[in-house]
């Protein structure tokens, strides 16, 4: 039931136009639902009023046929003109009851006989409505009245009419008023979402925009926008211009370091060569470490300042087959696969420069370790759709690592196989290239036995 709640309320927030849809759609529903039940009830006190006018008409006609009777003689009213009071059960009843003895003196032939208990009319001699039921259950309008003779008699007068007549006539009209109002409903919600579709228009152009910003095909939010959403526009492309600046800034201030840096750096080693002798050695040594290092970290420093994260889009497949082909050539020993979909030709948020660094470091590491093949499998992952990934699997047959070293070697200079050749920043720097496009690095276990890298980027 929860499960079921949390999925209704992710439902509704996932578009803003459905919830302001939806609203209108509630509030017309409830709107139109209580104007149909009053106007229902409107119609129905109308009809009851008017069927009340009829039966006191017929009140009002026994009254007379009663009082221009001879004294001491109940004439015989019959049906007053109308069948229905000649009809076993129609519900149209009329009665003559002495107000004295309530001794019932006549009544109509629809009752046949059979006694009708009603309330009596008030002593006043005003008449009044109520409702009533007859013996069969059928429901009654009824109308009554005491009145008083010359003579000094007094007579209670009913007469009553079969007000479930009256049922289909309502409910027709209920039908109709309710059809109506949905037809109604339904319109005004049409209206609604055409009204929501063209006020929310410069968010969907804004969402383009942005889409061009981040796809490279633009570089700041251009256009006007209402000025609702201006402020929005101006402040990102204060933020745009905000991060270019850092950018800026980064590469100016690499450059400053890698010139004060590198140069006294070789200075130092030039002399040291020159002079020789075991401290000498030892100088060399070191400062070629340091040397390594600066670059390294240079490097690491440049990837961050140069790299264009905003608009950076690159082609996966071409990048991955093109590694494939050097690495072929440069470990002829060494076969490797490329695994993707046909046809498929997914397009990264990353630069080329880094996605080819990336994952020639994982194919390179895969070959060295790797016995004979190398698997690259390229796929889509589409399971949120809001942050579709482009996924990069990159497995080698060697011998794999036990799971407790895999966060050891995504540290900087963990080496756990010195034999080979490198340095150790091979899997920390694909980790933090990476992370600076929103991606991440996950080691596993291969299908070919040896370690398995995946690579997750988000999609362009």
Known sequence: MRAGVKKLGEWLTSSLALRLVLASALWAAIALAAFGWLLTELYRASLIRSFDERIIVYEKTLAGIVASAPEGNMPDPGTMGDPRFGRYQSGWYWLVIDAKTQATIATSQSLFGELL??????????????????????????????????????????????????????????????????????????????????????????????????????????????????????????????????????????????????????????????????????VVEQVTVMRDEVDRYLDRARLAADRKVIGAVADVRPSLEGLIRVLSRAYPDRSLFLDAPAGAQPKARIERRDLEELVGNLMDNACKYGREQVLIALAVDDADRDRPMVEIRVEDDGAGLPPTAYAEVLGRGKRLDETQPGSGFGLAIAAEIAETYGGSLVLGRAGLGGLAVTFRIPRS
């Open 117 to 282: 208990t009603l309330p009596p009319p008030p002593a006043n001699g005003v008449v009044v409505t109520d409702d009533a039921r007859d013996p069969s259950g059928t429901a009654l309008r009824h109308a009554k009245q005491r009145i008083f003779l010359s003579s000094g008699r007094m007579y209670d007068l009913h007469v009553t009419g079969n007000v479930a007549e009256l049922a289909d006539e309502i409910s027709t009209f209920r039908f109709q008023v309710f059809a109506t109002l949905a037809a109604f409903a339904l319109g005004l919600v049409a209206a609604a979402a055409l009204q929501v579709s063209f006020g929310l228009r410069p968010l969907a152009a804004m969402s383009r925009r942005l889409a061009d910003i981040r796809e490279g095909r633009a570089s700041r939010l251009e256009g006007r926008l209402p000025r609702e959403i201006a402020v929005l526009g101006k402040e990102l492309n204060a933020l745009i211009d905000t991060n270019s600046a850092i950018v800026e800034r980064s590469r100016t201030q690499v450059g400053n370091l890698a010139h004060a840096l590198k140069t006294p750096l070789a200075v130092i080693l030039n002399e040291a060569r020159a002079e020789g002798g075991p401290l000498a050695d030892k």
